[in-house]
């Protein structure tokens, strides 16, 4: 049985990323990663891919005219790299319709909050001066709006009276290095199922 190509797109350490390959290393996960691909040429996802022998692509936004120029190019290494599903791991830019039109609900993200709640950057500080009891992670597919494409997984965390951004975030992280490769798997064993906004689980 083939297993599903993944591209991972990332702009950061790639802690994703990395649960995302020991996940595949240990048998959990049907998948073999194609190409991870950032848009900043030095960060550590790059090396985390390297070392894994993982083939990786950088593409810097400055080298290009507009978000749908750059999002074409995105598409066309993507496409010869025969990707099925493309994750999102920490890829801080907003992806256009040009993406969107070429993977349609064959792109995944997580957010470190529990969507529809607290869309956007910054929201464990958001979640923890609205005064919100819990927050969590939420894996979605990914839609022309910001954070607002159907939901397919979440996790949730308790905030405490004590908890600095640095701490909630911290918690956020294992839970969400936790339910990404569940949302994958669950995707590459064809059990996604998306009705309206839903997404069911078959």
Not at 36 to 51: G, H, T
Not at 66 to 94: C, S
Not at 96 to 112: D, G, Q, S, V
């Amino acid at each position: 049985m083939s297993k599903l190509r993944l591209g991972v797109l990332a702009s950061g350490s790639g802690s994703n990323l990395q649960a995302i390959i020991d996940s595949i290393k240990c048998g959990n996960l049907p998948c073999e990663i194609a190409v991870v691909i950032s848009d900043k040429p030095d960060v550590y996802a790059l090396k985390r891919a390297e070392l894994h022998g993982i083939k990786t692509e950088t593409v810097q936004s400055k080298t290009f005219q507009n978000r749908e120029a750059f999002d074409t190019e995105l598409v066309r290494i993507l496409k010869d790299h025969n990707v099925e599903l493309v994750v999102l791991a920490g890829f801080m830019r907003v992806v256009t319709r040009i993406l969107i039109n070429a993977f349609p609900m064959r792109i995944m993200n997580i957010h470190p909050a529990l969507l529809p709640s607290f869309p956007g950057l910054h929201v464990q500080k958001k979640a923890i001066e609205y005064g919100a009891k819990f927050s969590g992670c939420t894996v979605h597919f990914v839609d022309e709006g910001i954070d607002t494409g159907p939901i397919i997984i979440q996790a949730v965390v308790p905030v405490n009276d004590n908890d600095t951004e640095e701490t909630l975030s911290a918690r956020i992280l294992k839970e969400e290095h936790r339910i990404y490769p569940c949302a994958i798997k669950l995707f590459a064993k064809g059990r996604l199922e998306v009705r309206d906004r839903r997404v069911i689980v078959k």
